[in-house]
C-alpha cells in the first residue's frame, strides 16, 4: 500500500477525475483498484440478490424454510411486537402518538430553517419526559394504567433513550459547571462523581442499579427494573456529558469572563447569558455524539432481561417455530435490527459533522 | 483614613465573600452526608428485613460453581477469593488480546483511510462509519449467535492446515509446551539480546563518525538471531507443540478456546479498530503537509516517507486518545455478560450476587476492580500527556 505517494496527477478538473486516477496511478494502484473492485463487484450484488432480489416477502412462515434469501415474513409477523413490545393492544395509539411526537421533535430540532432551537430543546428537556411518562403509563382520567413490565420494543428503546437524554444533559451540565467552581468541596464532588461514573463500565453499573439501588431505597420502595436502568443510564451518561461541556467551557476565552465582569454581571448572570450560549454551540456536536452512544448503549438492557427494540427481534428468532425455519429468518433479524440502529446513528452523527464544520467556519 | 476605610470595607467583602463561600459548601456536605446517612439507614434496614449476612467473610468460603475458563488452578471447592482472581485473569487476557488485534487492524484502516488510492480510501471509510453506527452487542450476537455457534460439530470442524480448527465449541490451537532445549534457547536469546544491543550502540558510533557503515538494525538483528537458533541445533526445539487430535466426537490436546471468547475477541477488535482508524487518521493529518512533500523532495521512497517521518511525528497525535481508546475497549469486555464468557461482571456482578445475595460486598468489589484498573491507566496516559506537552514547550 503506498500512502501518501501523490503521484502528479493529470488535470482533470473534477473530483471525479481524480478519485479515478488515483484508482490507477501506478501499476500496485491499479492492482490494487482490481482487487478491491472485484471483492465488491461479488459482494455487493449477492447482497442485493440476498435481501431483495431471492428475498420471501409474503406467505406463511413455511414459505422461509428453503429460503436462499432474507426472511421479510419473520419481520412482518413479528412487527407488532418489535414496535410495541406486550404494551396492551387497546392502548397503542397512546405509542403511536409518541413516535409521531419524536419525529416532530427530531425534524425540528435537525431541521436547518427552524429558528429558536434552543428554546424548542429547553423545553423538550424540561416538558417531554413528564408528559411521555403520563402517556405512556397512563393512570390518570381516561388513560388505562400500562406498568413498564409491559413495555417493549421500539417504543422501550424509544423511551429510555429519551429519557436518558433528557436526564443527563442537565446532569452533565451541572457536574460541568461544579467542576469549574472555586469552592473545594463542591469541585473534588464533582470530580469524583464524573471520574467513578466514567471508569466503571455501563454493565456492572446496571447491575448495581439492578441489586443495590433498592437496598438504598426505604422498605417497600417499588422502583420497576425500567426505572432502575433510567437512574443508571442518566447518571452514567451525564458523565460523559459532562466532560463534553467541560471541553466546551474550556474553549471559551478569559477575556470574555473579563469583558463580562467589566460591564458589571454578576457571576450566574455571566454564565447564563455570555459564556453558556457560546459554549453550547461549540457542546453541540459532542452531544449528539453522546446522544448516539445512548441509542447504542440502549441495546445492553437485554442483559438484565429488559425486552428493547433489538430483544424483541432476539425474543421472536428464540420462538421455536421460527427456531425451526432455518437460517433465512436468523439472518434476517440481525441485518434488519442493524440497518435500524446504523440508519439512526449514522444519521445523527453526519449531523454532529455538519455542525461541527459550520463551527470551525464560523470561527 | 479613606484608604483605611476602603481596605476594611474590602476585607469586610472578601469577609461576607468567604462566608457564603464557606457555608455554601457546609451546606453541600451536609447534605451529601444525609443522602448517605439515609442510603446506609434504608440499606441497614433491608438487609435486616432481608436476612441478608454483611461482611467481606465470604471471600474465604468456598465458592461451589464451576467455571468454563480458567488460567489458574480453579474448581468448585475454590474460594471466592480465587474465583475472583480468575474473573479479573479472564477480563484481563480478553481485553489484551483485542487491544492487539484492534491496533492492528485499526492502524491499517487508518492508513488505507490516507491511501494514494481512492478506492481503498472509500472502501476504508465504509468499514468505520458501518462498524461505528451499529451497537457493540447486536455485533457481538451476530458473530456469536449468527457465525460461531451454527458452525458444524468437531467432527466437521472448519481447519487450516491440519493443525487450527474452528468448530461450534471453539476453537483449537496447538498448544506451545517448553521441550529439553528451552532452557538453553531462553539463554541465548538473553546473551543474544545483549550482544545486539552492545552491536547496535558500536556501529551507531561508526555511522555517526564515517557517515557510513551496516545499518545498526540489521546488522543487531543477526545475533538475536543467529544465538538462539545455534542453541536449537545444539540442544534441540525449545518449544513442542502438543497438536490436537480428533478423537471420538471431540478434540483431544491442544489448546481450546471457548467461542464466546472468540466472539468477544473478533467484536471488540473489529469495534475498537472503526475508532483507532479515526484516530490514527487523524494523527496522519496532523502531520504537516510540508513534511511529506519535503521528504519527497529529498527522493525518499513513500515506505520511507511514512516510516521515517509522518509515522514518528503523528504518534504524539495518536497515543493519548489510543490510550483512552484502550480503555473504552477494556469497559466494553463488560459486555461478555451477555454471551456468557466468564468475566468479572458475570463472575462476580452475576453469579456471586446470586449465590451469596450480598450485593453490597460483592458490587464493591467489582466496582472497585474496574474504577482501580481504569484509573491506573489513564493516570498513565496523563503522565504521558504531561511529558509530551514539556517536551514540545
Known amino acids: ?363 | 483614613m479613606r484608604q483605611a476605610e476602603a481596605h476594611s470595607s474590602a476585607s469586610r467583602f472578601w469577609a461576607g465573600r468567604r462566608l457564603a463561600a464557606g457555608g455554601a459548601q457546609a451546606a453541600v456536605l451536609a447534605a451529601a452526608a444525609l443522602v448517605v446517612w439515609f442510603a446506609a439507614s434504608n440499606a441497614a434496614a433491608n438487609l435486616g428485613r432481608l436476612g441478608i449476612n454483611t461482611g467481606f467473610g465470604f471471600l474465604g468460603r468456598p465458592a461451589g460453581f464451576a467455571i468454563s475458563q480458567h488460567l489458574v488452578d480453579y474448581s468448585e471447592s475454590s474460594t471466592y477469593l480465587r474465583a475472583l482472581e480468575v474473573a479479573v485473569l479472564n477480563t484481563v487476557v480478553l481485553a489484551l488480546v483485542a487491544i492487539v488485534g484492534a491496533t492492528v487492524i485499526g492502524f491499517a484502516l487508518g492508513f488505507a483511510r490516507r491511501s494514494s488510492n481512492g478506492l481503498m480510501r472509500a472502501v476504508a471509510a465504509g468499514y468505520v462509519e458501518l462498524l461505528r453506527n451499529v451497537p457493540l452487542l447486536l455485533q457481538l450476537f451476530f458473530w456469536y449467535f449468527a457465525i460461531l455457534r451454527p458452525l458444524p460439530p468437531p467432527r466437521q470442524s472448519l481447519s487450516l492446515l491440519g493443525a487450527i480448527f474452528l468448530n461450534g465449541r471453539g476453537l483449537v490451537l496447538p498448544r506451545p509446551e517448553a521441550a529439553e532445549g528451552f532452557g538453553l534457547v531462553i539463554a541465548a536469546l538473553g546473551i543474544g539480546a545483549v550482544l545486539a544491543a552492545a552491536m547496535a550502540c558500536w556501529l551507531r558510533r561508526r555511522r555517526a563518525r564515517l557517515g557510513r557503515a551496516p545499518s545498526p538494525w540489521v546488522a543487531a538483528a543477526l545475533p538475536l538471531i543467529a544465538m538462539p537458533a545455534l542453541a536449537a541445533v545444539i540442544a534441540g526445539p525449545p518449544v513442542a507443540w502438543d497438536l490436537p487430535r480428533l478423537r471420538g466426537f471431540n478434540f483431544e490436546g491442544g489448546l481450546v478456546v471457548l467461542p464466546e471468547f472468540v466472539a468477544m475477541a473478533v467484536a471488540l477488535s473489529l469495534y475498537s479498530a472503526a475508532y483507532i482508524a479515526e484516530i490514527v487518521r487523524a494523527g496522519i493529518d496532523a502531520v504537516s503537509r510540508g513534511q511529506v512533500e519535503a521528504a519527497r523532495a529529498l527522493g525518499l521512497r513513500p515506505a520511507t516517507i511514512n516510516a521515517k517521518i509522518v509515522v514518528p511525528q503523528a504518534l504524539r497525535v495518536i497515543v493519548p486518545p489510543l490510550g483512552n481508546e484502550y480503555l473504552r475497549l477494556f469497559r466494553n469486555t463488560t459486555l461478555a455478560a451477555a454471551i456468557g464468557y466468564p468475566d468479572l461482571t458475570l463472575i462476580f456482578a452475576g453469579t456471586a450476587v446470586n449465590q451469596t445475595a450480598q450485593a453490597v460486598e460483592v458490587m464493591l468489589i467489582v466496582c472497585g476492580c474496574y474504577l482501580a484498573i481504569n484509573l491506573a491507566v489513564s493516570a498513565g496516559i496523563n503522565g504521558y500527556n504531561r511529558r509530551i506537552g514539556r517536551s514540545y514547550r
Do not use: H
Open chain 1, 1 to 363: 500500500m503506498s500512502v501518501l505517494a501523490a503521484p502528479s496527477a493529470p488535470r482533470l478538473g473534477t473530483r471525479v477525475g481524480a478519485f479515478l486516477w488515483s484508482c490507477v496511478s501506478s501499476p500496485a494502484n491499479a492492482a490494487m483498484t482490481l482487487a478491491l473492485a472485484l471483492l465488491a463487484g461479488y459482494w455487493l450484488p449477492s447482497l442485493v440478490d440476498w435481501a431483495l432480489v431471492r428475498a420471501r416477502w409474503i406467505g406463511p412462515r413455511t414459505v422461509c424454510e428453503d429460503a436462499a434469501g432474507a426472511c421479510w415474513i419473520f419481520i412482518r409477523a413479528r412487527w407488532s411486537q418489535i414496535l410495541y413490545g406486550a404494551y396492551p393492544e387497546a392502548e397503542r395509539w397512546r405509542v403511536d402518538v409518541l413516535f409521531g411526537l419524536v419525529l416532530i421533535a427530531g425534524a425540528l430540532l435537525l431541521s436547518r430553517r427552524v429558528q429558536y432551537k434552543g428554546l424548542i430543546g429547553l423545553l423538550l428537556i424540561v416538558v417531554a419526559p413528564p408528559a411521555t411518562a403520563v402517556l405512556l403509563l397512563g393512570g390518570v382520567d381516561g388513560l388505562a394504567y400500562v406498568p413498564t413490565t409491559q413495555w417493549g420494543g421500539l417504543m422501550l428503546t424509544v423511551a429510555l433513550g429519551g429519557v436518558s437524554l433528557a436526564g443527563s444533559l442537565p446532569t452533565g451540565l451541572v457536574l460541568a459547571l461544579c467542576r469549574r467552581s472555586d469552592l473545594p468541596v463542591i469541585r473534588g464532588f464533582a470530580v469524583v462523581m464524573i471520574e467513578v461514573l466514567r471508569g466503571i463500565p455501563l454493565v456492572p453499573l446496571l447491575f448495581l442499579a439492578m441489586s443495590v439501588l433498592p437496598l438504598l431505597l426505604p422498605p417497600g420502595t417499588d422502583l420497576s427494573p425500567l426505572m432502575r436502568v433510567a437512574v443508571a443510564f442518566i447518571l452514567f451518561n451525564g458523565a460523559a456529558m459532562a466532560e463534553v461541556f467541560r471541553g466546551g467551557l474550556q474553549a471559551i476565552p478569559k477575556g470574555q469572563f473579563e469583558a463580562a465582569r467589566s460591564l458589571g454581571l454578576s457571576a450566574p448572570r455571566t454564565m447564563a447569558l455570555v459564556i453558556l450560549p457560546q459554549a453550547i454551540a461549540i457542546v453541540t456536536p459532542g452531544l449528539l455524539n453522546v446522544a448516539v452512544a445512548i441509542v447504542k448503549e440502549t441495546t445492553v438492557v437485554l442483559i438484565i432481561g429488559l425486552y428493547d427494540f433489538f430483544n424483541e427481534i432476539l425474543a421472536g428468532l428464540a420462538d421455536p417455530q421460527w427456531l425451526a425455519s432455518g437460517r433465512a429468518a436468523l439472518d434476517t433479524g440481525y441485518f434488519f435490527a442493524g440497518l435500524v440502529y446504523w440508519a439512526v446513528c449514522f444519521g445523527l452523527s453526519r449531523v454532529s459533522a455538519r455542525l461541527e464544520l459550520a463551527t470551525e467556519r464560523r470561527g
